[in-house]
């Protein structure tokens, strides 16, 4: 008689109430969360919440103050050797040698791993296939554009094929278009390969673009974790927006109470906000409403709920990024609502 062997849907990362202070400042406040085998588990949240030091903790670069985590059961601050040889790190600044060609810098990559000279030129074409960059490998890196070098450092840190891969600020200060394409590589890269992916970022779109599961963080703390469907369902429906001159509003508002569309309803600066299970359900009774009124609607739009909103519904703030001066882009504001 042979065994069974029963799959089970491991955990690749157990975080348990995850600690690091700087002096007397908490930058990670006992944060909890597991990342399954094979998914994509974003860390979102503004400058400073602290995702780059939970990263760093996870991935061995420093140690915690209390708490503990391992990957694939192994301990991240007392087995370094074991959890570095099955993760790949991309890092959140810039850690290429821009004197040297790509082909070269992954070959110094492979060197530093110890990968004898033949596995290492296999890697090192396989890798550079999946990041689309053959044609570029032989040019020194100083002539890449943002997103070509951040292809290549993603390709870098799977290079010995570690089983997760974590990825901080993957598209940080690259225009929209590349971001996208990025995108494209770090989803092939989970679902073909099978890398277990954590990435950390402050664009709401793309932990929902990329992201099976997300953990909201701000302060420190994990404050919402679900997946992107589950958190803009939280805010319990789509959001129906009218423009409406001021002195229009309360009346609109009254009638749209009277006639049962929703109860949730608000005045915005340009007119009312109106909560309701289904947008395009509820806009022609909503529209009848301001006919009856005789308030006159500039526009209507039906919105789906963003992260954006599940943040600013949990936190009353927004992440707002600044368009900062001098290669500053990195520079983020927090806005009060
Ligand atoms: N080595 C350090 N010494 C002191 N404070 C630090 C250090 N590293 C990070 N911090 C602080 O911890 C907080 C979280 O930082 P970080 O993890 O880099 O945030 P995020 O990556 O989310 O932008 C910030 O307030 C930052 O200034
Ligand atoms: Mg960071």
Redesign the pocket.
């Known amino acids: 008689m042979h065994g069974v062997l029963t799959k089970q849907t491991a955990n690749a990362i157990e975080v348990k109430g995850l600690t690091k202070r700087?002096?007397g400042?908490t930058?990670v406040d006992k944060i909890s969360f597991d990342v399954r085998d094979g998914e994509i588990f974003g860390l979102l949240?503004p400058?400073?919440?602290?995702?780059?030091?939970?990263i760093s903790m996870l991935s061995t670069i420093i140690s915690q103050t209390s708490g503990s985590a391992h990957i694939y059961g192994h301990d991240a601050f007392t087995e370094k050797d074991a959890v570095r040889a099955s993760i790949g790190i991309v890092f959140q600044d810039p850690s290429l040698d821009d004197e040297l060609t790509g082909r070269e810098n992954l070959d110094l990559h492979g060197r530093l791993y110890g990968m004898p000279d033949r596995e290492r030129k296999e890697v090192i074409g396989k890798v550079l296939r999946l990041v689309e960059l053959e044609d570029k490998a032989g040019a020194q890196v100083k002539g890449y554009s943002g997103g070509m070098k951040r292809r290549l450092e993603i390709a870098r840190g799977f290079m010995h094929k570690p089983k997760v891969l974590f990825l901080d600020e993957p598209t940080i200060g690259l225009d929209p278009q590349t971001r996208r394409r990025l995108w494209d590589y770090i989803h092939d890269l989970n679902r073909k390969e099978h890398v277990t992916i954590i990435l950390?970022t402050h664009y709401m779109e793309e932990a929902d673009a990329l992201c099976d599961r997300i953990a909201i963080i701000d302060h420190g703390k994990i404050i919402k974790l679900d997946t992107p469907d589950r958190l803009k369902d939280s805010l319990g429906g789509d959001l129906v927006r009218l423009g409406v001159e001021k002195r229009g509003r309360a009346r609109l508002i009254a009638s749209i109470r009277k006639a049962k569309i929703s109860k949730r309803i608000r005045e915005t600066d340009e007119g009312i906000d109106i909560t309701v299970a289904n947008g395009g359900r509820s806009l022609p009774g909503i529209m009848d409403a301001a006919k009856a009124t005789k308030v006159h609607v500039d526009y209507a739009t039906v919105k789906r709920p963003t992260l954006e909103d599940v943040f600013i519904n949990l936190t009353g703030k927004q992440i707002r990024e600044e368009a900062g001066a001098a290669g500053g882009l990195r520079g983020l504001m927090l806005r009060r609502r």
């Open positions: 700087f002096g400042f930058a949240g400058n400073g919440a602290g995702k780059t030091t939970t950390t």
